[in-house]
């Protein structure tokens, strides 16, 4: 396969990295992050389930974004992964907002940080060489 051009290489690397900081994030300080949402952690256990979810996934994709990133024929794997990811929390969070309302301000930073990213994911994937 021919070289990836290198803004689809960039914006891989960056979904990569976002994605391992939010990991790590959520995984070091998830009391104070979820407490942005209104979430209490009152257990151990909730805790621990919280840290898995949002903290263990994004890492574990984050690393699947990084080996996508390792070998030019993944990179617009690993776009596409990341796009339809970030499109499922966008689609969710809207469709959330949409139904129930009265939601904090973060929600909607949320959104559309989401939004963006999965388009500009979507856009690098077809720059990559490939249709979405």
Known sequence: MASVPAIPRLVLTTAAVLFAAFGIAFAVAPHRLAAMVDLP????????????T?????IGFAVFLF???????RVRL????SGWAVAGFAIARGA????????????FYALAF?????????LAARRSGGDV
Request: hydrophobic share 50%.
């Open 96 to 107: 959330a907002i949409l139904l129930l309302g009265g939601v904090k301000p973060v929600m």
């Open 41 to 52: 952690l009152p257990t151990n256990t909730a805790t621990a389930d919280y840290v898995a």
């Open 114 to 122: 989401e939004t963006i990213c999965a388009a500009i994911a979507f």
């Open 54 to 58: 949002y903290g263990g996934f994004e």
């Open 67 to 73: 080996t996508c990133l390792a070998r030019p024929e």
């Open 78 to 81: 690993g776009l596409l992964a």
